[in-house]
């Protein structure tokens, strides 16, 4: 491995205009209720969580993408050729799991003409070993508990603040 390198562990997600429900609390005899439209319309989230190799005063890096729909292999590519840029050219060693995107032969293609990027794969039906899995439940269980949005563009907001949330407090990435 290139100590030179950031080891950086890439995962989706995806959220909807459905709330996640979560635990709250009320008056007594008074239950709250979440009114929401029957609306299936998803986004998807790509989060790249970045550990510099040699020196872990660097700190951790976080990039990340939200998009309407799901990921496939160009739209992947897309967050890769942003991670490029996000990273500087660095040696990255990318961590990623089994999704068939990310094993596709565009995605191989594009990948070998790619000098700045090593690819590893994680170990299948292991999410514990991702800390980004952590960074999902985070968002989650805070900014997107109970939301009961009308629009993506709700859902995208608040999704964007917990990672605002998340970022500022170094100890969480």
């Known amino acids: 491995m290139n100590t030179r390198a950031w080891i950086v562990f890439l995962d989706e997600s995806g959220v909807s205009l ?3 429900i979560r635990r709250t609390y009320a008056p007594r005899g008074r239950t709250p209720l979440l009114r929401h439209r029957l609306n299936w319309k998803r986004a998807s989230m790509a989060g790249a969580l970045g550990y510099h190799a040699a020196d872990p005063g660097r700190g951790a890096r976080l990039c990340f993408h939200l998009k309407p729909g799901s990921y496939d292999t160009a739209a992947l590519i897309e967050v890769l050729e942003q991670m490029k840029v996000f990273y500087r050219g660095e040696r990255v060693v990318l961590v990623r799991d089994g999704l068939s995107a990310h094993w596709s032969r ?24 991702n800390p980004v899995e952590l960074l999902w439940s985070s968002l989650k269980k805070r900014e997107l508990a109970n939301l009961a949005g009308g629009h993506l563009a709700d859902v995208a907001d608040a999704t964007e603040q917990g990672i605002h949330r998340i970022n500022a407090n170094p100890r969480l990435p």
């Not at 070998?112 to 514990?128: F, G, I």
Request: cysteine-free; charged content about 20%; glycine content about 0%.
């Open 18 to 20: 459905l709330p996640q």
């Open 106 to 129: 565009a995605m191989r293609a594009w990948v070998a003409d790619q000098d700045w990027l090593t690819l590893e794969r994680s170990p299948a039906y292991a999410p514990e070993l």
